[in-house]
């Protein structure tokens, strides 16, 4: 396909983040490299939300996240989700983890002019695209803990971002054949898969470096990317993540080995990641090769687990 760039950026499946530090001019200069707008929000925009001063990037795939004062911005995307989500993390709660709260307008409302609002949360990342894999695989099981009788959103289904694609090309709702720089990592990959009996749920699909640290304080769980899923699915892409993002020893897989069929949860995981890259290359997106190989120890441990 000729719109498919395959080379050497940021990730295009990282998403921006609520919280954080300043983004450095070289993580600005790769977003845009990946086509991201770096449009700032407007004054009238921080006003509405009670921010104030200049904003300031924040560090994130997509660049569209800023702080002012003590409320962070965010392009809201699909406004239906962006309401939704923050009504939801108005009242959710632990243990286990906290949530940034949602900024109301001046005038009530969640979204204004295409841009959601949330409290500036003091804390870090646990280190490159994650880190401290106890801890944030303990925090995913409380937060999808909390979220188990949460009804199912209905946007899921008007959602037709490469995120969404890819996760119904991994469980089997559309068919399609990969691109050929991922397609065999894909197959093998799909001929692990048996089905797993575990009921859908709201999960988040993004999970893995989402999660801010700060001492004395809960975990704190951003950027929610809400997907239906099973919850053990998430704990597959946070293993997934951890083992390719940042080369974490395969053995971390042991802190799911109460999970039953996890080989078959890291597969889905995988498969996700590896079909967010060719969906984003379909687009016109450029996606680093680099991405594609460090799935590798990714198949092997999920050929190991689940073959």
């Known amino acids: 396909m000729a719109s498919a760039v395959f080379k050497t950026v940021a990730r295009p499946h990282e998403r921006s983040r609520v919280g954080s530090t300043p983004m450095h001019s070289r ?14 929000p407007s004054e009238r925009v921080i006003a509405e939300f009670g921010g104030g001063g200049q904003p300031v990037r924040l560090a994130g795939g997509q660049g569209e996240t800023f702080r002012a004062g003590d409320v962070v911005l965010k392009r809201s995307g699909l406004e239906a989700e962006a309401e ?3 009504t939801l993390f108005d009242r959710i709660a632990g243990p286990g983890f906290r949530v940034p709260r ?4 001046h005038d009530g409302r969640f979204v204004v002019h295409g841009w959601c609002a949330w409290e500036y949360v003091a804390a870090e990342h646990a280190g490159p695209n994650g880190g401290r894999w106890a801890e944030t695989i303990a925090v995913c099981r409380a937060f999808h803990a909390a979220l188990a009788n949460e009804p199912r959103p209905a946007f899921l289904d008007s959602r037709s971002d490469a995120w969404a694609e890819a996760d119904r090309l991994t469980f089997g709702e559309r068919i399609e054949s990969p691109l050929a720089p991922v397609a065999e990592a894909i197959g093998r990959l799909q001929r692990l898969l048996r089905p797993v009996a575990a009921p859908s749920q709201l999960v988040h699909g993004d999970f893995t470096a989402n999660v801010l640290f700060a001492e004395g304080e809960q975990p704190c769980v951003i950027d929610f990317s809400p997907y239906w899923r099973p919850a053990p699915f998430a704990l597959g892409v946070v293993v997934a993540d951890a083992v390719a993002w940042a080369a974490a020893d395969p053995s971390i897989a042991n802190l799911c080995a109460d ?12 498969l996700r990641r590896l079909w967010e890259l060719d969906q984003h290359a ?9 991405s ?8 092997a441990l999920a050929e190991r687990l689940a073959g």
């Open 84 to 86: 939704w989500t923050a």
């Open 27 to 40: 993580q600005q200069a790769r977003c845009q490299v990946s086509g991201f707008s770096a449009e700032e």
């Open 102 to 105: 949602p900024r109301r307008s």
């Open 282 to 290: 379909r687009r016109g997106r450029a996606v680093p090769e680099a």
């Open 259 to 270: 999970v039953p069929a996890f080989g078959q949860w890291l597969a889905r995981g995988a």
């Open 292 to 299: 594609i190989r460090a799935y590798a120890p990714v198949v």
